[in-house]
């Protein structure tokens, strides 16, 4: 019974899911496939299994969606893959997403009607799903879906969400410039010797850390930038926080893309809190005020007032 229903399904409907990994590294230099890879899919009529996207409600209790860059591969099976570095896994794609059977069912669709074929590099944010934890087990949908596509990986990578890549590094050097002067620091990370906020969208982010081994700094005072005691600068990128304050390295996890760095030329640190001693392991907050930064490009950016707050000041990774 499992193999009939599998033939009349899947074998017709091209499928949707399997290939092969991730591509994680450099990113790339536009959003359109970086490759294209020629699928022949099985005649026969439409039906089946259809797109592999995830219902409303399903594996949210399973893992925690982590950022992810990866490349897409459809197989002579009509199974989509999504590769990394090292690895290949099967995906399911996020709700919503549909393959256009009638129209052409060598790509995805996005609700909002973005199309992706085999080779798009994409980012995304994705469950690591073994295959022991699928909904419903080896007999249910996924089970199925999973046991005709027969991956070598057994694991499912259950999207939430999914783009074509892109990065600051694929701006303009004015582009950039002015994408940083209005970034807007509200997303803290708390960790280290020091402070690290981002933007909402982490595309940006300013580090400011302690260098000093044995430095006592009271409620009150104050640090010019730059300072020998300090390190402080900008940093314009993509998953800039996949690894913050970890030191376990996922192999699907990506790696940090750096489209500009800019140490601060000048601003004043004010400390909210002391540093030093025992109050060093624990909320310390500070106060920088006319942080400077001259970009590449030669454009000198002058920030607002930027709020920092490390929770876990003192403490690192491991």
Not at 57 to 80: I, Q
Not at 195 to 209: G, K
Not at 274 to 293: K, P, Y
């Given at each position: 019974?499992?193999?009939?229903?599998?033939?009349?399904?899947?074998?017709?409907?091209?499928?949707?899911?399997?290939?092969?990994?991730?591509a994680v590294?450099?990113?790339?230099?536009?959003?359109?496939?970086?490759?294209?890879?020629?699928?022949?899919?099985?005649?026969?009529?439409?039906?089946?299994?259809?797109?592999?996207?995830?219902?409303?409600?399903?594996?949210?209790?399973?893992?925690?969606?982590?950022?992810?860059?990866?490349?897409?591969?459809?197989?002579?099976?009509?199974?989509?893959?999504?590769?990394?570095?090292?690895?290949?896994?099967?995906?399911?794609?996020?709700?919503?997403?549909?393959?256009?059977?009638?129209?052409?069912?060598?790509?995805?669709?996005?609700?909002?009607?973005?199309?992706?074929?085999?080779?798009?590099?994409?980012?995304?944010?994705?469950?690591?799903?073994?295959?022991?934890?699928?909904?419903?087990?080896?007999?249910?949908?996924?089970?199925?879906?999973?046991?005709?596509?027969?991956?070598?990986?057994?694991?499912?990578?259950v999207f939430?969400?999914?783009?074509?890549?892109?990065?600051?590094?694929?701006?303009?050097?004015?582009?950039?410039?002015?994408?940083?002067?209005?970034?807007?620091?509200?997303?803290?990370?708390?960790?280290?010797?020091?402070?690290?906020?981002?933007?909402?969208?982490?595309?940006?982010?300013?580090?400011i850390y302690?260098?000093?081994?044995?430095?006592?700094?009271?409620?009150?005072?104050?640090?010019?930038?730059?300072?020998?005691?300090?390190?402080?600068?900008?940093?314009?990128?993509?998953?800039?926080?996949?690894?913050?304050?970890?030191?376990?390295?996922?192999?699907?996890?990506?790696?940090?893309?750096?489209?500009?760095?800019?140490?601060?030329?000048?601003?004043?640190?004010?400390?909210?809190?002391?540093?030093?001693?025992?109050?060093?392991?624990?909320?310390?907050?500070?106060?920088?005020?006319?942080?400077?930064?001259?970009?590449?490009?030669?454009?000198?950016?002058?920030?607002?007032?930027?709020?920092?707050?490390?929770?876990?000041?003192?403490?690192?990774?491991?």
């Amino acid at each position: 019974m499992f193999h009939r229903r599998l033939g009349i399904a899947l074998v017709a409907t091209a499928l949707v899911a399997c290939g092969d990994g991730f591509a994680v590294g450099p990113s790339p230099a536009e959003t359109t496939p970086t490759s294209v890879t020629t699928t022949t899919l099985p005649e026969g009529p439409q039906g089946g299994f259809g797109t592999p996207a995830k219902s409303l409600g399903e594996f949210e209790n399973v893992d925690t969606p982590r950022p992810v860059r990866g490349e897409l591969h459809l197989d002579s099976k009509g199974c989509w893959y999504v590769e990394f570095s090292s690895l290949r896994y099967l995906i399911a794609f996020p709700t919503g997403f549909e393959i256009p059977f009638s129209e052409d069912p060598t790509v995805v669709r996005a609700k909002d009607g973005t199309v992706f074929t085999s080779g798009t590099v994409v980012d995304g944010a994705a469950r690591q799903v073994w295959f022991d934890h699928l909904p419903e087990g080896s007999d249910g949908r996924w089970g199925n879906y999973v046991s005709f596509c027969d991956p070598s990986e057994r694991v499912l990578a259950v999207f939430e969400e999914l783009a074509p890549a892109s990065d600051p590094g694929m701006l303009e050097p004015d582009q950039l410039d002015t994408l940083v002067e209005n970034a807007k620091f509200t997303k803290p990370w708390p960790c280290g010797y020091g402070w690290a906020v981002s933007t909402e969208d982490e595309t940006i982010a300013l580090f400011i850390y302690l260098q000093a081994e044995t430095t006592d700094l009271a409620a009150g005072s104050q640090v010019g930038l730059p300072d020998e005691r300090w390190t402080a600068w900008i940093t314009a990128g993509k998953f800039l926080f996949v690894n913050h304050c970890d030191d376990v390295f996922e192999p699907w996890e990506p790696e940090p893309v750096i489209a500009g760095r800019w140490q601060l030329s000048g601003g004043r640190l004010q400390l909210l809190d002391g540093v030093g001693g025992e109050q060093s392991t624990g909320l310390v907050r500070a106060v920088l005020l006319g942080a400077t930064i001259n970009t590449d490009s030669g454009r000198q950016i002058t920030f607002d007032r930027i709020e920092l707050e490390n929770r876990s000041f003192g403490f690192l990774a491991g």
